[in-house]
Structures are given as C-alpha cells and as structure tokens.
T-cell receptor, first 114, second 115 residues
Framework: DQQVKQNSPSLSVQEGRISILNCDYT??????FLWYKKYPAEGPTFLIS?????DKNEDGRFTVFLNKSAKHLSLHIVPSQPGDSAVYFC?????????????FGKGTKLTVNP | DSGVTQTPKHLITATGQRVTLRCSPR?????VYWYQQSLDQGLQFLIH???????AKGNILERFSAQQFPDLHSELNLSSLELGDSALYFC??????????????FGPGTRLTVL
C-alpha cells in the first residue's frame, strides 16, 4: 500500500518554462511534507517543505502547494533551468513512537532541455 | 557534501552471503535512519536509531539488522542475501529525531548487487 504516490515517472520541459511535479497521498495523518532532489550517484537532498497548516510555501524559484482536501501537493519550479534536471521525490513525515520517518513516493525524473 | 558518509560505495556479492554497510552521521547528529531504494521503487524506510537505541522499524526483513555504536556510527547487516536484496541503501542523519521534524541529511548510498 503506497501512501505517497507520484504518478508521473518523468517530465520534460523547456528551459525557462514552469515545471510542475505532482504528488498524492492517502494518509490523512501526515502533517508535514517535503520535496527532495536527487542527482545520479548522490543521496537525496532536501529542497523545500510545507506544514499541513499552510497551503503554500515559497523559496526562490521553488513553490510547494498543498491541497489537504484533495490530499495533493505540487512543486512548481519557475523558471526551470537545465541544472534542475534530477529525480524529485515527494515525502511525508510519519511520526511513530518518537521517530520521524520519511515516507517517499517513487520519484519523478525531471529533464529541463536547453 | 551532506557530511554523511557511507562505505562501501559499491558491493557485489553472491546469494546466501552476509554483508555489512556502514554509515557515519554528520557531526553532532544523534539519529541515523536507513532506507532502501530498489529498482522502480521509492526509498523505503528500514529502521531508525537514536543515540544508540532503536526508535522505529519499517519494512525491514528479519534477515536484516542494524545497530548504532557509542560513537554514533551505524551498521546495517544483511544476511542470507537474495537477488531481490540488490538495491541502493541510503542512510540519513538528523540532529534529533524526536517530536519535531529535523531535516534528514542523506549519504551518497551503497549500491549492493547480489549475483
């Protein structure tokens, strides 16, 4: 049972345009969401997060939107740059007995074409 | 560079064997998390240690075990290896790991290939 779903395995956009990566979740107990970015041969790196009490969080070119009623979040990258080409993982925090474990989606591979 | 180190980078072994993966957390971090990324899968949480004690278990097989040592480095032991255990194994560390979220910093991973 996959609690965090990224239904698009890949996305290709032109440099300068907007990239929109989507994520759905099923567990209404999740109250904190994150996006991680992963380059080949490296570990995931934290990109941006959002608490469930907010519907938007912005950091430079990156904005995350949360729609709690739809259990959906999205990451917008504007403008997209070739260096943004990577795999993006959506993750949710699951609290269990004092542990903050991350529940990840399968990832979306973003390719930004020059 | 996240400050989290993992050794070895690559490991090739045969079915039925046992291997040990090592993780050194960032300086000052007390928590270590282990994740497995299989082909076409997202990262799956395996286990969390905080200051030497197990905090939470996820989808970790009984053939797998882990521990965190007094110097806070951690080892993930995989035994009776099967072909399906071939994956990337990541560890992550965070300052705490308690009631409020602290960013997890990931190491570069160990790629395990079971032949």
């Amino acid at each position: 049972d996959q609690q965090v779903k990224q239904n698009s395995p890949s996305l290709s956009v032109q440099e300068g345009r907007i990239s929109i990566l989507n994520c759905d979740y099923t567990n209404s107990m999740f109250d904190y969401f994150l996006w991680y970015k992963k380059y080949p041969a490296e570990g995931p790196t934290f990109l941006i997060s959002i608490s469930s009490i907010k519907d938007k969080n912005e950091d430079g070119r990156f904005t995350v939107f949360l729609n709690k009623s739809a259990k959906h979040l999205s990451l917008h990258i504007v403008p997209s740059q070739p260096g943004d080409s990577a795999v993006y993982f959506c993750a949710a925090i699951s609290t269990q007995g004092g542990s903050e474990k991350l529940v990840f989606g399968k990832g979306t591979k973003l390719t930004v074409n020059p | 560079d996240s400050g989290v180190t993992q050794t070895p980078k690559h490991l090739i072994t045969a079915t039925g064997q046992r291997v040990t993966l090592r993780c050194s957390p960032r300086s000052g971090d007390l928590s270590v998390y282990w994740y497995q990324q299989s082909l076409d899968q997202g990262l799956q949480f395996l286990i969390h240690y905080y200051n030497g004690e197990e905090r939470a278990k996820g989808n970790i097989l009984e053939r797998f075990s882990a521990q965190q040592f007094p110097d806070l480095h951690s080892e993930l032991n995989l035994s009776s290896l099967e072909l399906g255990d071939s994956a990337l194994y990541f560890c992550a560390s965070s300052v705490d790991g308690g009631e409020t979220y602290n960013e997890q910093f990931f190491g570069p991973g160990t790629r395990l290939t079971v032949l």
